[in-house]
C-alpha cells in the first residue's frame, strides 16, 4: 500500500479499539484484521512496518479478561503513534515535494561537475616512491640469495636506527636542559641578599667564568629592586615577564631603573639564555647597570 492507505488503515485500527471493545469476538476480529507487518511504499523507498507490538497487545487483550480494558487502551495509544508519524512524514513530504529535483539541479552544476586530477608534484611523488619500493624489493630479492649480507645489512639499519633515536634523545635533553634554565634558581640560591649575589659575581669573574658573574649580577638587581619594592617579590616569573612588569607598573616613578633592567635583561637573555659568549667587558657593564638600579656597596 501506498502511504495515504497505510494512513487510512491505522485510522481504521485506531477507531474500532478507541470504541473500546469489550467482546473477545470483536478484539479477535481486529486482530485478525492486522497483518504481520504493513508495506508501505514511498516516493524514496519501501518501507516494512512491523505490527508485533500490536499484535501482542491484542493477543494479551484476549488471554487476560481483567486486564483486558488496559491492554486494548495501550493498543489503540500505539496505533495513535505510528498514525502521528505517518501524518508527519507525509507532511514533511507535502512541504518539500520538490527537494530531490532541487538537490539533482545543485549537483548538476557546474562546481560539481569537477573530476580530481592529479597535479605534477603528486604524480613526481607517487613515482619516486614506487621507484623507491622497486629498488627496496629488487634488494630484498638479492639479499635472499645471501643470507649472512642479509642478516649484516639487518644489524646496520639497527644499530644506525638505534643512533638516530639517541640522537634524537640526546637533542630533546639538551632542549629541556636550556628550557629549564629559564626557571626560578635554586631555593638556596633564591633566598641570598643583592650583596651575596655581588660577591658570588665578582668572584666567578676572577676565576674567568664571565657568564656566571653576569647571571649573578642579574639575580642582584633583582633582589636589589624587590627589597627595596620597586617590583614585587614574584620569582615564578621570567625575566623578560618580570620586566615588562617592571615597565607598566612604575613608568614614571622609576625610568632610569626600569632602562637599566631592561638593558641587564637583554644582556642575561643573549649570554645566560641563547649561549653567546661573555667577556669581561659585558662583566664590567652588567656591573655598572646593576649600580644603576640601586645597588652600590
Not at 67 to 82: C, G, H, P, S
Not at 123 to 141: D, H, I, P, Y
Not at 155 to 183: D, P, S
Not at 253 to 274: M, P, V
Request: proline share 4%.
Amino acid at each position: 500500500m501506498n502511504l495515504t492507505s497505510f494512513q487510512t488503515e491505522l485510522r481504521r485500527i485506531q477507531r474500532a479499539l478507541e470504541a473500546s471493545p469489550k467482546d473477545a469476538e470483536e478484539i479477535s476480529a481486529i486482530e485478525k484484521s492486522v497483518p504481520e507487518h504493513w508495506d508501505v511504499e514511498t516516493p524514496e523507498h519501501t518501507y516494512e512496518v512491523p505490527s508485533d507490538p500490536l499484535r501482542a497487545r491484542l493477543d494479551g487483550a484476549l488471554q487476560d479478561p481483567s486486564q483486558r480494558a488496559a491492554d486494548v487502551q495501550k493498543a489503540a495509544e500505539w496505533t495513535r503513534e505510528l498514525a502521528a508519524e505517518a501524518d508527519g512524514y507525509a507532511a514533511s513530504g507535502e512541504q518539500h515535494p520538490d527537494s530531490r529535483a532541487k538537490l539533482e539541479r545543485i549537483l548538476a552544476a557546474r562546481e560539481f561537475d569537477t573530476e580530481y586530477k592529479q597535479s605534477a608534484w603528486e604524480r613526481l611523488e607517487q613515482q619516486f616512491w614506487a621507484w623507491v619500493g622497486r629498488m627496496l624489493s629488487r634488494l630484498a630479492a638479492r639479499m635472499s640469495r645471501y643470507p649472512i649480507a642479509a642478516r649484516g645489512l639487518f644489524w646496520l639499519l639497527l644499530i644506525g636506527a638505534v643512533v638516530c633515536v639517541a640522537m634524537l634523545v640526546f637533542r630533546a635533553w639538551q632542549r629541556r636542559a636550556r628550557v629549564e634554565e629559564l626557571n626560578i634558581p635554586a631555593t638556596s640560591k633564591v633566598t641570598q641578599t643583592w650583596q651575596e649575589w655581588m660577591r658570588a659575581a665578582k668572584l666567578a669573574a676572577d676565576s674567568g667564568s664571565f657568564r656566571d658573574a653576569v647571571h649573578s649580577l642579574y639575580w642582584a638587581g633583582i633582589v636589589c629592586l624587590e627589597e627595596s619594592r620597586v617590583i614585587p617579590c614574584e620569582r615564578w616569573r621570567t625575566p623578560r615577564e618580570r620586566m615588562r612588569r617592571m615597565a607598566s607598573d612604575r613608568v614614571h616613578e622609576a625610568a632610569k631603573q626600569r632602562d637599566a633592567l631592561q638593558a641587564l635583561t637583554a644582556r642575561l637573555e643573549r649570554i645566560w639564555y641563547a649561549g653567546a659568549p661573555a667577556t669581561q667587558q659585558d662583566f664590567l657593564e652588567s656591573l655598572g647597570l646593576v649600580e644603576e638600579l640601586g645597588c652600590r656597596q
